[in-house]
């Protein structure tokens, strides 16, 4: 007999106790908990974000799509990095404004090439304003996740409104859990030196994120 | 289970000892009080946490309860998304197929994220013995690898030490495994974060196998679930060639859905966090991102014991967030250590009993490390009645009685040394049962009461030393219920 058959042997005579026609799982749970907490415009959820974002040491910026070249040039230059981790699909127009060092993210890269780069910048696929979390999901302008790890500094451009939501319940839905998911809530950090919170661990120690406006007059 | 702490005194030994530790009390002191406003302020800001605890419980409940389809869902799940599924029925058969899968890749050192199974197994003590080295990379793991000191928290094992002694180990034992602390560090927390930044990122860039448990898998994505705060588990998680995942057999929730109640209550509960810095989903493998191969180990070790317990089986909806810990008071004074297992304070002492079984002195002993207070049922995230499983196995220890192990139906003995509470529950059963004796006993007390004394005598003083005897009414309830129809006829 198989160690999988023995267990599920074990598991089936533990619960012998429960009836056959027990409560399905559509009926056994009670989901009357809030889908989001609290009653908030559009405007005000990107608010919300973007204080608890902060609130977790990331440093946020806000811009229009048309400032946007401008200011993650002004970001890397303000860091002094000269080099930057990009993934293959992330908007070219979005460098237009720096001559920095491109490093693409490839497959054969090994961890110690990356660990020389100075900065990664992405996107991400859905942001969470009630607890300031970015979700990566390995998209084309996102990239491995390794590149938004290694290096110690993070660009993370949110397009705001569309891809903002305001709780986990809301997040959870616009996710494909086939991907790999990296949720991010903020800097690396640690609370294991006496259970007070220290920012800048293994993780990237520097999250900047950039909320741009996607529906600015002439946007789309 | 094994990979715990072999010859551990009772509870009660162990505990004495550490309250007398000075260091300790003001560490663990320091740290709990800390937690516990912040894990308050935490759940305050939900309004609807009551709700949430509730299906917290309920999606637990119910996986627990067709655990077997769930398993068979999940193996399917994860083997049609890439990965491969073991069971093991124990830790040693565990610490087996991990070996030999490691021995498999041809490498003699592994990273580990922190995970309560591993430890519950010992499986750093079994690679160690075939040559292989796992590197803790949690900072709290770390802390406690460096220091050769046992775990103490769930979610923090080295809450025990402060800062000063964390720096210390860290400069005295880091060059011993590999890049040697900083000069000149100092105990300030951000630069030995800094330290272990260092540290560890050789190992990390270096790794081609990663060891780690799970916090949720999803059965009907098989999806893994991880939440982390460092970034050391998206290191080991995304890094190496080889990934193996060794997981509780209760660690699932049917579907992705579920994710939305847990992933808003264990971060508020654990680290009092609206969400922990870093959560990885990972399902089976992806195409030139992360591991090509993953390896998922699915454990018992007691775990099927435990689910056979009608009362006991609760503790499975355990998520491991640690926060009754924080709030217990026998906790915050006898520290982990006293415990004798990976899964210290009130939850250990309902676990460990059920995982291990009560044969041992320390296991028969921990159902009593708990003044019954209840402070750990209030917190728990998932409503688990710990009280109700202490008072259960309580009675299992003094009665003895028919428990599952490893599968097995087995007819408990009476433990020894507790004759006299044997003896005080037959006679109190007795006298419940006769209450001409009961009334006759009780009215005796109450006229005698002038000459009752204020403490025990014989064994009975250890217990009175600290505690005053109550006092006993002039007058039996029951007599005055009588007297008075109920309180309706004086105002007395």
């Known amino acids: 007999m198989s160690t999988r058959d023995v267990i599920l042997g074990r598991v089936r005579r533990a619960i012998a106790d429960v009836p056959r026609g027990d409560t399905p799982y559509e009926q056994a749970v009670d989901r009357s908990y809030l889908p989001e907490h609290g009653d908030r415009s559009v405007e005000e959820t990107v608010d919300l974000l973007a204080e608890n974002l902060a609130d977790y040491r990331a440093i946020v910026h806000r811009c229009e799509a048309g400032g946007l070249a401008e200011l993650i040039a002004g970001l890397i230059a303000g860091r002094g990095s000269t080099s930057v981790a990009v993934p293959p699909g992330l908007d070219e127009a979005w460098l237009a404004a720096t001559d920095v060092t491109r490093v693409p993210d490839r497959g054969e890269s090994t961890p110690h090439e990356l660990d020389q780069v100075d900065s990664v910048i992405t996107a991400c696929a859905v942001a969470i304003a009630e607890t300031g979390t ?18 110690d500094h993070h660009i993370c451009v949110v397009r705001v409104p569309d891809q903002v939501v305001s709780s986990v319940p809301q997040a959870l839905p616009r996710l494909d859990p086939a991907r790999p998911l990296t949720w991010i809530s903020g800097p690396s950090a640690t609370s294991d030196i006496e259970l007070d919170r220290v920012e800048g661990v293994h993780g990237p120690r520097t999250l900047e994120v950039v909320l741009v406006n996607d529906r600015t007059v002439g946007g789309n | 289970m094994s990979g715990t702490f072999v010859g551990m005194p009772a509870f009660p030994k162990a505990a004495h000892e ?15 009080h800390t937690i516990r406003a912040k894990r308050a302020k935490a759940v305050a800001e939900v309004s609807d946490w009551a709700e949430l605890r509730e299906a917290g419980k309920q999606i637990k409940d119910h996986t627990l309860r067709h655990l077997d389809r769930y398993l068979v869902q999940l193996e399917e799940s994860v083997t049609a998304a890439g990965g491969i599924v073991h069971w093991a029925a124990d830790a040693d058969e565990a610490n087996r197929i991990v070996t030999d899968l490691v021995k498999m890749t041809g490498e003699t050192e592994v990273v580990k994220v922190k995970s309560m199974a591993t430890q519950e197994i010992g499986l750093n003590e079994a690679l160690e013995a075939e040559g292989i080295h796992a590197y803790e990379t949690d900072l709290a793991e770390l802390i406690v690898q460096l220091g050769k000191d046992r775990p103490s928290h769930i979610l923090v094992p080295a809450i025990h030490r402060n800062r000063g002694e964390i720096r210390e180990i860290f400069a005295r034992e880091m060059s011993e495994w590999g890049r040697p602390a900083p000069e000149g560090l100092t105990d300030t927390p951000a630069e030995l974060a800094e330290a272990a930044r260092l540290h560890l990122r050789e190992k990390f860039l270096r790794a081609k196998v990663g060891i780690s448990g799970a916090n949720f898998m999803v059965a009907d994505t098989g999806t893994m679930v ?30 992705w859905q579920d994710l939305e109640v847990f992933l808003q209550t264990l971060p508020r509960s654990s680290t009092a966090e609206r969400m922990n810095p870093y959560t990885s989903m990972w399902t089976g493998t992806t195409d030139g991102d992360g591991p090509s191969t993953f390896h998922l180990v699915l454990l018992d070790n007691g775990r099927t014991d435990t689910l056979a317990d009608e009362v006991g089986r609760q503790a499975l909806r ?17 520290g982990g250590h006293a415990y004798g297992s990976v899964y ?21 002993s921990l159902p009593y490390a708990s003044s019954l207070c209840g402070a750990c049922y209030e917190v728990c995230p998932v409503a688990i009645d710990i009280p109700e499983v202490l008072v259960h196995l309580r009675e299992r220890v003094v009665e003895g009685g028919a428990v599952t192990r490893d599968g097995n139906k087995v007819v408990l003995k009476p433990a020894k040394g507790h004759a006299a509470e044997r003896a005080a529950m037959r006679a109190a059963r007795w006298a419940f049962k006769h209450p001409g004796a009961l009334r006759t006993g009780q009215r005796l007390a109450s006229r005698s009461r002038r000459f009752h004394p204020r403490s025990l005598p014989g064994p009975g003083a250890a217990w009175s030393a600290t505690r005053d005897l109550p006092t006993v009414p002039s007058e039996p309830f029951r007599d005055w219920w009588q007297r008075t129809h109920g309180g309706k006829d004086t105002g007395k």
């Open chain 2, 18 to 32: 550490a309250v007398y530790n000075q260091t300790l009390r003001g560490n663990l002191r320091h740290a709990t």
């Open chain 1, 134 to 151: 970015l979700v990566l999901d390995g998209g084309p302008d996102q990239g491995r996740r390794r590149i938004t790890l290694v290096p």
């Open chain 2, 226 to 255: 991880v939440v982390e705060s460092e970034g050391n588990g998206r290191m080991c998680l995304t890094l190496p060639e080889t990934l193996i995942s060794v997981v509780g057999i209760e660690k699932i929730v049917p579907t």
């Open chain 2, 318 to 334: 355990c998520i491991r967030c640690s926060a009754c810990l924080n709030v217990c008071p026998v906790y915050e004074r006898a």
């Open chain 2, 344 to 364: 210290p304070g009130p939850i250990g002492a309902i676990l460990s009993p059920q995982l291990r079984g009560t044969a041992s002195e320390i296991d028969a």
